[in-house]
């Protein structure tokens, strides 16, 4: 037996920002539930198995680092990407890394740390 991410789940307090923000980044559509909560969803150019994101209102903040975050591939340059996610109102973020990593570390607008690879995962 084997387990797949099958939903990446996300506490926030702004939802309309984060909505907007993660749908944006990710090229996924928007599904808002009559509970306050939002479910993204991958379009069909995505790839098979393209995990969902639910954006779970929450009446409190982030406190501290991220303890699992996202690490995302760009489907072209990542360079590119890094500039398109600071555009939509990501921020970079210092975790502690050297400089010399094959990733860039960012943060979403409320905070939570995620990372563009430079390549596939290795």
Do not use: I
């Given at each position: 037996?084997?387990?797949?991410?099958?939903?990446?789940?996300?506490?926030?307090?702004?939802?309309?920002?984060?909505?907007?923000?993660?749908?944006?980044?990710?090229?996924?559509?928007v599904?808002?539930?009559?509970?306050?909560?939002?479910?993204?969803?991958?379009?069909?150019?995505?790839?098979?198995?393209?995990?969902?994101?639910?954006?779970?209102?929450?009446?409190?903040?982030?406190?501290?680092?991220?303890?699992?975050?996202?690490?995302?591939?760009?489907?072209?340059?990542?360079?590119?990407?890094?500039?398109?996610?600071?555009?939509?109102g990501?921020?970079?973020?210092?975790?502690?890394?050297?400089?010399?990593?094959?990733?860039?570390?960012?943060?979403?607008?409320?905070?939570?740390e995620?990372?563009?690879?430079d390549?596939?995962?290795?």
């Amino acid at each position: 037996m084997a387990l797949h991410v099958a939903q990446y789940t996300l506490d926030v307090t702004d939802l309309d920002l984060m909505a907007g923000f993660w749908s944006a980044a990710l090229g996924y559509r928007v599904e808002r539930g009559a509970d306050g909560n939002a479910k993204l969803h991958p379009t069909p150019d995505r790839p098979a198995g393209a995990p969902t994101v639910w954006l779970q209102a929450s009446g409190t903040g982030k406190r501290g680092k991220n303890r699992l975050h996202l690490d995302l591939v760009a489907d072209s340059d990542p360079r590119a990407e890094v500039r398109r996610l600071l555009a939509l109102g990501a921020r970079r973020a210092d975790v502690g890394q050297s400089g010399d990593e094959g990733f860039v570390v960012l943060a979403d607008p409320e905070g939570n740390e995620f990372c563009v690879l430079d390549g596939p995962p290795r």
